[in-house]
């Protein structure tokens, strides 16, 4: 695994390449493209599986972190979808210059997944995994809401959280103008995004797949939730082949309690390679 940067020197954007073993090339790469916010750290391990099995099978792969995110420069709140699709064009542009290729495919997680749809037409992947994809953003929007609720009202964590009673008899007082410090409108558990941001990402529905130039998709769904059946649904409607796969990953996006827990991908870093090694010539 080589570490680098890319990208624009101003806000350049920071990447991880893993190449396979020699005389074991398949002649294609793959990009991954992951979450953002919390989910983005908690999937960093799980995605460094899929990138060191993709290596092993033959795939130069990159993965790498979005404008504002993770080691990347640029703050979040400056953040704009547009910004982040062009992420993918300069990062599938960095995989081809670095490796001398010119096909690839991508893997997509959670937002990562909805980004790199917006951007196919511009980087025309051969095949592309959805992988508990993010295709309706209020409802993604709500859940990130309604975990963020659950945050700032457990007394496990914050002392403002605790009965009235205890608070005074402790003597801690006015915990309102604290919270307020703590959390605001604009805070999804633990990051502050632009309302200009959020009103993009509540934009984002199934009609992006109608964008999408022709392309093999797999979809990956350890959720049980609507997005990847009704994401598979469009992809079938609109002429493209398309092949859903239920995984043990379980990310339990929406559950509280896995905040703070690593995504433990399962049978997933299988499913992404076999469909890859599958779908690529």
């Known amino acids: 695994m080589t570490p680098l940067f890319f990208g624009d020197s101003a806000s350049p954007l920071f990447g991880a390449l893993t190449e396979p073993p020699a005389g074991a090339e ?6 991954l493209c992951p ?8 999937s960093h391990w799980a995605l460094r599986q899929v990138a060191t099995a993709l290596g092993r099978a033959g795939f130069h792969v990159l993965r790498f972190d979005w404008f504002g995110v993770g080691d990347s420069a640029g703050d979040l709140e400056a953040a704009t979808l547009e ?15 670095s ?3 010119r096909k690839l495919s991508v893997v997509g997680l959670r937002m990562g997944a909805a980004l790199a749809a917006l951007a196919a037409p511009r980087i025309k992947p051969s ?13 993604y929007l709500d859940q990130l809401r309604s975990l963020q609720a659950g945050l700032v009202a457990d007394e496990r964590r914050y002392w403002f959280a605790w009965p009235a009673a205890v608070r005074s008899a402790l003597g801690f007082a006015m915990p309102e103008l604290n919270q307020a410090r703590q959390s605001g409108p ?8 632009s309302t200009s941001l959020l009103s993009e990402i509540a934009s984002l529905d199934e009609n992006l797949i109608g964008k999408l130039p022709r392309v093999r998709a797999v979809v ?5 939730e609507p997005g990847s059946i009704e994401l598979a649904r469009a ?10 796969r239920v995984t043990d990953a379980r990310g339990r996006w929406s559950e509280a309690g896995q905040i703070e827990e690593l995504l433990l991908p399962g049978d997933a870093v299988r499913a992404i390679t076999e469909a890859l090694v599958a779908r690529v010539a």
């Open 235 to 244: 992809l079938e409607a609109s002429g493209h082949e398309v092949e859903r």
């Open 186 to 193: 604009d805070e999804l558990v633990g990051f502050r995004f």
């Open 99 to 101: 490796t001398g290729l």
């Open 220 to 224: 990956l769904d350890s959720t049980g």
């Open 83 to 97: 910004r982040w699709t062009q992420d993918v064009k300069s990062a599938a542009q960095e995989l081809k210059d």
């Open 35 to 42: 979450p953002i916010g919390q989910e983005h750290v908690r």
């Open 127 to 139: 095949v592309m995994v959805f992988w508990d994809p993010v295709l309706d953003g209020v409802r």
């Open 26 to 31: 398949r002649g294609h790469g793959v990009l």
